[in-house]
């Protein structure tokens, strides 16, 4: 009897704790968008946490001055029109009238002011900060005209404010003090307000948001009613979740999963060339990196083609330069390549005083030719660290490889710059400036990984900044490609693309990378 | 009763006290820091800004003090990610773990004893061999693995399955859809308890069918199964239960592969982001909540034990 | 206060019963009757013959094969088998075959070593609290309680990530983390063996405590601990590939079964023959080392002479 009840009071416990959970929706929807995230997402965009899992969210949810248009240029977005003044230190944005927040309220200045001061303000530490730090201050002239007072030229800013760049409701944040901005929940973390497409419908923390279409969306009334962002960390979850169909679109970050969706029915597979590079950064403070030709060589010592062919599937094209052709007009085509040639990279060393020593590694004065090379073991670094050290080896260079946790990597090795040669990538905005990437003053504290030092670059990085005529722009920026490619701050590899998969029922989807596409989302269709 | 319940406790403290002395020294010594400080294009400003904000330019000792005070007050602070309440989170998060687990506990009994005793009382035969090598695969298996597997063969081949989350989003409350993607991660999670219970049923009930008692029964001319049901099966249930106590950690440690494969928003999806991101106060939490958890049903399974088996008296 | 515990018999990774025995010091022929019993166990022998193999195989393995399991070939990635390559190649090129034979070496090395460290620590904890009792034993034992109360994985996930991953690391963290089961069932045969007769005689007599320990106590225990042993191989086997999934365990390009299963994941669409291999191994292998445990427990435990 004993034993009866104790089972049927662990049943019943079971059943208490259990089947009442969290995740019941309310009514069905009419089927939307259905797109996987990695994590739970804030939808502040400016939090410390927002992260690749935020980023498609918040780009529904808020508008940012300006956005990348299907033309493959920038154009305005919640602003309407800008002007620089002639010696580039003041930028003045109008911003678009009749805008309405999700709630209602009207959007003026002060909401861009309210924002770009969070952003201004070195106590917080908002995420995306670097690409801000020459405004001095924002003005607002009147309800519909700001101003950003610069403390140096900086001719991207155009592209700099449309980035994960959305502006902030002032309202939604009176009476809570600077400080705790980060904490306050019920923006950040429950019902954020914004002035996009969608607006928050239903959030399941571990499991899904649901956004529905903003009827007063000043871009246009949504065509589909909702997009939901459906939490899958695991990528053959993502994969097997789209087949079955209860996913639309597919973003995929390592071709090898291209195979897994290639060629099935109602499925489309289509790449896109996207400003990002994946590059070798040798340590420039390193001797073994300091003569150009050791560089020069390294790059001639890869099979790009053959990686490219075999092991990215076809999915990118080999690097010329860390700028990439998605700048169009400011792109560089006639530059200095460096076909994969093992003759000459073994030449080029030994014009650098490098010689075979007895197990085929190049010594040179007692010391051999051996670096560690850091990665850290995400998307598909640890085979292309493998492979790396495989084709080093052949021209008598040997590799220690370094791999680490994402975290470990950058808390250990890049940001101390503690690192011989380190392979990372870059997800740039497009935007021929290049400063923060290899300008001599953003090796410490910058992004300069490579801590790359160059008079002329340094200059050129600098011209870049101040020209205020495209021009001008167009000029300087194609000499520093040219600089570059025959200097090498970075081994520049490849220019991945942008690999997505979606149902054939998606429509309306603009020709430019993902992220981007979703600040286009109300022209969405599904058939 | 009282005094072994005050010396339980006791015991209790003393090992929550261990568990979040080590956690809190290894999280804190752990190379890195947390996620919202460590990206690629994070700057020199920005962290110390972020430290400032997470309390982490203070002293370590200063940390912990501060850590004990206020999870004495069951306050575990804010998450270092997304700077929500822990114990907000960690309300979202137990019970969808508990739900798994605990179907998974129930699907280890339900299949569990009946196999147990199959084994026991058909010892040697071809039924007793093919659950004891089924009871071995089922410890042997890696559970991602076998994970891998059956959503292959069951949500890409077949179907049938959902492979992951715990409800279809935004679609109305419905029993079959709530079970239909409890099925895939309940059983992987059942895999790495079930065989303890087989084999543990059937050593149990076979020390039973030796004893004295049996045989009387027996020998009084007893249908050998009443004899089965009756007593013996009755009597080996009895210790079956203590094993309880030692699957319960293991479910909870078996739900950090399983969650993560299938997307159950648990705790031990949690565990895994949090470790990863470097959440301190998030790892902590989890840690001691754990603790927790498996404490109390230790404790409940030995007052369980006591009450089925009068012989068992606590003094 | 009665024990409510519960009988070492309930976890898998702890011998079934205590194992009792006639007399203080074991008899010779128990070896020999315990040898016996293995012989006549079928699934035992048969674990045994294929851990033998996989054993040489992994000794020898990579210096027998042609290949060098790190040459890759990017253009020859993911191929069917052939010739060259009998199980094909992985996501560079790489043999499949060569890499799964070092990998057996790699993950082997692994199950052993953490062993031997869960081992020792398990008896050195067990058998101090059991020998000494009061204050030390009380002390040990709510250690190893707090020990138990934490989900494995999850130490190992927490430690991982606080000392980095790496073949040592994974291989001692592991170790240290299966060793709780060991020390309760040496702390229970020390308390039983510590009140006899021939230990008080020994005391008696003058005989130092670490003397006693070693010389007499410890043989007593010997039966446990070889099933153990065996036990916490296929523990420690599996327990890497559990943690290379989560990627923290040994890192490429060195293979382990547990690093090959995971690098396999994203190939399961278009390569999965490339987890199939890996995954198969370790589920053999575990699977031998508990039969092989299993077989052992019966075979020195005379209770189950019945």
Redesign the interface.
């Known amino acids: 009897m004993?034993?009866r009840m104790?089972?049927l009071a662990?049943?019943g416990?079971?059943l208490i704790?259990?089947?009442h959970?969290?995740?019941?929706?309310?009514?069905?929807?009419a089927a939307g968008i259905?797109f996987p995230i990695v994590?739970?997402p804030?939808f502040n965009p400016w939090?410390?946490?927002h992260?690749v899992e935020s980023i498609f969210v918040t780009r529904v949810l808020f508008n940012g001055l300006t956005k990348w248009g299907k033309d493959s240029r920038w154009v305005g977005d919640l602003a309407e029109s800008w002007e620089v003044s002639a010696d580039g230190l003041t930028w003045t944005f109008k911003l678009r009238r009749g805008v309405k927040w999700h709630d209602g309220r009207d959007f003026t200045a002060d909401d861009v002011k309210f924002t770009y001061d969070i952003v201004l303000n070195?106590?917080?530490?908002?995420?995306?900060?670097?690409a801000f730090t020459n405004i001095r201050e924002t003005r607002v002239v009147d309800p519909y005209t700001i101003q950003f007072v610069m403390s140096a030229p900086q001719a991207s800013i155009v592209a700099v404010v449309g980035v994960n760049a959305g502006i902030l409701p002032r309202h939604a944040f009176t009476g809570v003090a600077p400080?705790n901005y980060?904490?306050h929940?019920a923006f950040?973390?429950r019902m954020p307000i914004g002035t996009g497409a969608y607006k928050m419908k239903?959030y399941?923390?571990?499991?899904?948001v649901?956004l529905e279409k903003n009827p007063a969306y000043f871009g246009g009334t949504p065509a589909v009613d909702?997009i939901?962002f459906?939490?899958?960390?695991?990528?053959?979850?993502q994969?097997?979740?789209f087949?079955?169909g209860?996913l639309t679109l597919l973003f995929i970050d390592?071709p090898?999963?291209v195979?897994?969706v290639q060629g099935r029915p109602n499925v489309e597979v289509n790449t896109l060339p996207q400003n990002n590079f994946y590059y070798l950064a040798p340590n420039h403070r390193n001797a073994l990196f300091q003569d150009r030709r050791v560089r020069q060589a390294m790059l001639h010592a890869f099979?790009r083609p053959?990686?490219i062919?075999?092991?990215l599937e076809g999915f990118a094209t080999p690097a010329s330069s860390p700028l990439t052709p998605v700048l169009r007009n400011f792109f560089n085509p006639n530059v200095k390549t460096y076909e994969f040639d093992r003759a000459r990279a073994r030449q080029l060393l030994a014009e650098a005083g490098w010689q075979p020593g007895a197990d085929g590694v190049l010594t040179k004065g007692g010391q051999r030719f051996r670096f560690s090379l850091a990665y850290p073991?995400v998307q598909y670094f640890?085979?292309l660290?493998?492979?790396v050290?495989?084709y080093l080896r052949a021209v008598g260079i040997e590799t220690v490889?370094d791999?680490?946790?994402?975290?470990?990597f950058?808390?250990?090795r890049?940001?101390p710059r503690r690192f011989d040669g380190l392979l990372?990538w870059w997800i740039m905005p497009e935007d021929p400036d290049f400063f923060n990437y290899a300008h001599s003053s953003a090796a410490?504290?910058?992004?300069n990984l490579p801590m790359y030092n160059n008079k002329e670059a340094d200059e050129l990085m600098e011209a870049g900044r101040r020209a205020t005529s495209v021009a001008e722009r167009e000029r300087i920026y194609k000499r520093l490609q040219e600089l570059m490619a025959d200097d090498l701050p970075y081994l520049q590899l490849w220019w991945p693309s942008e690999i997505r998969a979606w149902n054939r029922r998606l429509k309306g989807v603009p020709p430019i990378h993902l992220r981007a596409a979703f600040q286009w989302v109300n022209e969405w269709k599904l058939e | 009763m009282g005094r072994y319940l005050v010396e339980r406790a006791v015991q209790a403290v003393v090992v929550l006290l261990v568990v979040s002395t080590l956690t809190f020294l290894m999280v804190s010594l752990a190379p890195g820091g947390p996620e919202i400080m460590m990206t690629m294009e994070s700057t020199p400003d920005q962290r110390e800004a972020l430290a400032r904000q997470l309390g982490l330019d203070q002293p370590l000792a200063v940390r912990y003090l501060k850590w004990i005070g206020s999870a004495l007050r069951a306050d575990f602070g804010r998450s270092f990610g997304d700077r929500r309440k822990v114990n907000e989170v960690i309300l979202e998060r137990l019970p969808n773990t508990l739900l798994l687990s605990g179907t998974a506990l129930v699907l280890s009994i339900l299949v569990g004893i009946p196999a147990g005793i199959v084994s026991a009382t058909r010892r040697y035969t071809l039924s007793d061999h093919t659950v004891t090598f089924f009871s071995f695969i089922g410890v042997s298996i890696p559970a991602f693995w076998f994970a891998i597997l059956l959503v292959l063969l069951f949500t890409v081949h077949l179907s049938w399955l959902p492979a992951s989350g715990m409800a279809t989003p935004g679609a109305p409350f419905s029993l079959v859809n709530r079970l239909s993607h409890l099925v895939l991660p309940a059983t992987v999670l059942a895999t790495a308890t079930l065989p303890n219970l087989v084999r543990f049923m059937r050593s149990a009930l076979i020390e039973e069918l030796g004893q004295d008692y049996v045989r009387t029964a027996r020998a009084k001319g007893l249908p050998n199964r009443l004899v089965l049901s009756r007593h013996a099966i009755r009597n080996a249930m009895i210790p079956v239960v203590t094993v309880l106590g030692v699957l319960i950690p293991r479910l909870v440690g078996g739900a950090v592969i399983t969650e993560t494969i299938f997307g159950w928003p648990g705790m031990g999806q949690l565990a895994v982001s949090s470790t990863i991101g470097r959440d301190y106060p998030m790892v902590m939490a989890i840690t001691v909540v754990v603790a927790v958890v498996v404490i109390v049903s230790n404790l409940l399974v030995d007052l369980a034990y006591g009450w089925l088996d009068p012989r068992i008296t606590y003094g | 206060m009665a024990s409510a515990r519960p009988p070492a018999g309930a976890d898998l990774a702890i011998p079934a019963t205590p194992v009792v025995l006639v007399g203080p010091e074991p008899p010779r022929t128990m070896w020999r009757v315990a040898a016996r019993r293995l012989r006549r166990n079928p699934p035992a022998m048969a674990a045994m013959a294929f851990l033998v193999t996989i054993h040489l195989v992994a000794v020898l393995g990579p210096w027998l094969l042609p290949t060098d399991p790190f040459v890759a070939d990017p253009i020859a990635r993911l191929s069917g088998s052939s010739l060259q390559h009998p199980l094909g190649t992985d996501e560079i090129g790489r043999d499949v075959l060569a890499r799964l034979v070092l990998g057996a070496r790699v993950s082997l090395a692994v199950g052993f070593v953490a062993m031997v460290i869960s081992i020792s620590v398990g008896v050195a904890v067990g058998a101090l609290a059991g020998y000494f009792g009061r204050w030390q034993d009380a002390a040990l034992m709510r250690f190893t309680d707090a020990m138990m109360a934490l989900p494995t994985l999850f130490v190992i996930l927490a430690a991982l990530a606080v000392f980095g991953g790496g073949p040592a690391t994974a291989t001692v963290v592991i170790g240290l983390t299966a060793w709780m089961p060991v020390a309760r069932v040496v702390r229970g045969e020390f308390l039983r063996w510590r009140v006899t007769e021939f230990i008080d005689a020994a005391r008696a007599i003058g005989v130092r405590d670490g003397r006693i320990m070693g010389r007499h106590l410890l043989p007593q225990v010997v039966p446990s601990i070889i099933v153990a042993a065996t036990l916490n191989v296929a523990f420690a086997i599996l327990t890497e590939s559990a943690i290379s999934y989560l990627g923290l365990g040994i890192r490429p390009p060195l293979p382990s079964w547990g690093n090959m299963l995971q690098n396999a994941q994203i190939y399961i669409w278009s390569a999965p023959s490339l987890a199939v291999y890996p995954g198969v191994l370790i589920l053999a292998t575990v699977l031998a080392y508990n039969f092989l445990g299993d077989g052992l427990r019966d075979a020195l435990d005379p209770r189950l002479k019945l």
């Open positions: 004993r034993v104790f089972a662990l049943v416990l079971l704790t259990g089947l959970g969290p995740a019941a929706g309310g009514p069905a929807p259905v994590g739970d804030t939090h410390p946490r992260f070195p106590r917080l530490g908002a995420t995306g900060r670097a400080e980060w904490t929940d950040n973390k239903e399941v923390s571990g499991a899904y649901t909702t939901t459906k939490v899958l960390p695991d990528v053959n979850a994969i097997a979740q087949l079955a209860d390592n090898a999963l195979r897994a099979d053959a990686m062919r075999g092991f073991t640890e085979p660290a493998a492979l050290q495989q490889l791999g680490a946790d994402f975290n470990t950058v808390s250990q890049l940001l990372g410490e504290r910058g992004f």
